[in-house]
């Protein structure tokens, strides 16, 4: 049986994301996105799923280890958020005096808890936040967390989809140790990879030229400081296209000419909720 890695505790959404790319496989949490890495990186029958970025609140800084460990990225998969308020059985709104979540979920319910006077306290993650107060036996606590997490712990749903805008999305990534890329067909697909420029003026410049002759769209472009400086740094990069297109080749092979440090992460069917 395959084994994927998430970071979190069971009914995270890294779990309900787990749960929808290969329901079979046996799924097992870590308590740090470090802890994902170096097990899949250790374990190459394996993979992990990642969240990378979210559609209101931006990303979600994972991008340090991707680069230190430079993991295969197999797909990508986008999970609708739809957060709740979990309560123990029986509790009504009026009830909640303190609402236990992630950092990024209560800023995305904010409205909500500013309209119910509610105190908020940031916590590790979602789905810990239900399971402390499933443990808490107190009615006044209450946790923002999925569906799948008032399933695990024994908690009631008492309001769905509180979030401040509807039809969230989180990018999750799977990635594992072994390389492997689908064939090049009629489809849509994401090259994804990083480089490091050599030390020149206007270098990031000169760098992506290539891409603008060849009429390659890069999507994603995010520059991130090496460990401890200031003074370099590395890029993550997402084109629209396969590596075995010649466009794409063609791009890539003029931006190797500027580059210090340069690394395919993967080349993946794009995820069809990109075209909505």
């Known amino acids: 049986m395959s084994k994927i890695y998430f970071q979190?505790?069971?009914?995270?959404?890294?779990?309900?994301?787990?749960?929808?790319?290969?329901?079979k496989s046996e799924i097992i949490p870590?308590?740090?996105?470090?802890?994902?890495?170096?097990?899949?990186?250790?374990?190459?029958?394996?993979?992990?799923?990642i969240p990378e970025s979210n559609r209101i609140t931006g990303n979600i800084g994972i991008e340090y280890l991707i680069f230190e460990y430079r993991l295969n990225i197999y797909s990508e998969y986008f999970q609708?958020?739809?957060?709740?308020?979990?309560?123990?059985?029986g509790v009504k709104i009026s009830d909640v005096k303190d609402v236990y979540s992630h950092g990024q979920?209560?800023?995305?319910c904010s409205n909500f808890i500013k309209l119910?006077?509610?105190?908020?306290?940031?916590?590790?993650?979602?789905?810990?936040?239900?399971?402390?107060?499933?443990?808490?036996n107190d009615k006044r606590?209450?946790?923002?967390?999925?569906?799948?997490?008032?399933?695990?712990?024994?908690?009631?749903?008492?309001?769905?989809?509180?979030?401040?805008?509807?039809?969230?999305?989180?990018?999750?990534?799977?990635?594992?140790k072994n390389i492997s890329q689908p064939e090049f067909e009629n489809k849509k697909y994401i090259t994804s990879f990083l480089f490091k420029l050599k030390s020149k003026p206007a270098a990031l410049y000169q760098s992506l030229g290539g891409f603008?002759?060849?009429?390659?769209?890069?999507?994603?472009?995010q520059s991130y400081p090496e460990k401890n400086s200031f003074e370099t740094f590395f890029f993550l990069c997402d084109l629209d296209g396969h590596i075995e297109d010649i466009k794409v080749q063609k791009s890539l092979?003029?931006?190797?000419?500027?580059c210090e440090d340069f690394h395919v992460l993967g080349v993946f069917e794009a995820d069809k909720l990109r075209e909505k």
């Open 80 to 89: 609708k958020i739809e957060h709740n308020l979990l309560a123990l059985p």
């Open 141 to 176: 606590k209450a946790a923002i967390a999925s569906s799948l997490s008032a399933k695990t712990y024994g908690l009631e749903i008492i309001k769905k989809n509180i979030e401040n805008e509807k039809g969230n999305l989180t990018r999750f990534l799977v990635m594992g």
């Open 253 to 258: 092979e003029e931006l190797g000419l500027h």
């Open 116 to 136: 119910n006077k509610i105190t908020e306290h940031v916590r590790a993650d979602t789905a810990g936040s239900a399971e402390m107060v499933s443990k808490s």
């Open 8 to 23: 979190g505790t069971f009914g995270a959404y890294s779990h309900l994301a787990a749960l929808s790319i290969d329901p």
């Open 212 to 221: 603008a002759i060849n009429g390659v769209n890069l999507t994603k472009l």
């Open 105 to 108: 979920a209560l800023s995305q």
């Open 30 to 49: 870590c308590k740090t996105f470090d802890e994902c890495f170096l097990r899949a990186s250790n374990d190459p029958q394996s993979k992990i799923i």
